[in-house]
């Protein structure tokens, strides 16, 4: 039997929506997922509490979906399930995302389930290669998308983000803690005349069984408000939420839409 972590966003329903039976959907305390209901709302500091009960179901097997913020542990509201497992989330939340993502496997891991990718649950979420758009990359956005590539291998190093801002090979934005959207919410009010790409992949060593980057209808129209020309992400590496309602609405809205294979791939 499979339950779903979930995190905020339509990532989790996509999921739900790909199963042929429901599994159980545990959501952290603020961070319901968008248009799936939740069985098991839980707080971190009950997360031991919440795998005995996934235990007891017969569930063995867990995939974790959606975004989460980190939330701040109460030492008074631990329970005692929980208490042993509090050094191990305690310094899962030091580190960076993929840290932290790597940690919190590890205590899904050794509490006996196996961690399901969502890609794995939902194969046809993952982007393809080609752009589906009317609107085409030029040279100089393909030339942008290898320096995005670059810039983003680079954040991996010290576990910052999954995507950039680049134009004419200057990065204009980098992914931080507090994500893609914020990211390109705070270029709404750039002081020049516009253009540019949003590249988004995932990082090169990263565990791909969490936190995969994904794309939706809202970062057509957060890259529209950034004055973007284009939104490329890796094939195969990154999920694409609302495949149909994306295309359409970076042609409505002049973008490109570059389903980009990564340059390790191809070498």
Request: aromatic letters at 2%; a negative charge.
């Amino acid at each position: 039997m499979l339950a779903v972590i979930a995190g905020a966003g339509d990532l989790p329903a996509a999921l739900v929506a790909a199963l042929p039976r429901p599994p159980l959907v545990c959501a952290l305390s603020g961070h319901d997922p968008s248009g799936v209901a939740v069985d098991l709302p839980f707080r971190l500091e009950h997360f031991g509490t919440l795998l005995a009960d996934l235990r007891a179901r017969g569930v063995r097997d867990i995939c974790l979906a959606g975004a989460i913020t980190r939330p701040v542990i109460d030492p008074g509201a631990i329970d005692a399930a929980t208490r042993p497992l509090i050094p191990l989330l305690q310094g899962a939340m030091m580190q960076g995302d993929d840290g932290a993502l790597r940690g919190l496997i590890t205590v899904v891991e050794e509490m006996g389930f196996a961690i399901r990718a969502a890609h794995e649950i939902a194969p046809a979420l993952l982007a393809r290669k080609g752009c589906p758009t009317r609107r085409q990359p030029d040279a100089a956005a393909q030339r942008d998308a290898e320096r995005g590539e670059a810039i983003v291998a680079a954040m991996s190093r010290v576990d910052v983000g999954q995507c950039c801002v680049v134009q004419g090979g200057q990065a204009l934005a980098i992914e931080s803690l507090f994500g893609t959207d914020w990211m390109l919410e705070s270029l709404a009010a750039r002081p020049d005349r516009g253009g540019g790409i949003l590249f988004k992949a995932p990082k090169p060593d990263q565990d791909r069984r969490a936190d995969l980057p994904a794309i939706g209808p809202r970062t057509v129209e957060n890259a529209v408000l950034a004055g973007l020309d284009g939104i490329v992400v890796a094939s195969g590496g990154v999920l694409v939420l609302h495949r149909d309602e994306v295309v359409a609405e970076c042609d409505r809205r002049g973008l490109f839409l570059w389903e980009r294979e990564p340059a390790c791939a191809s070498s």
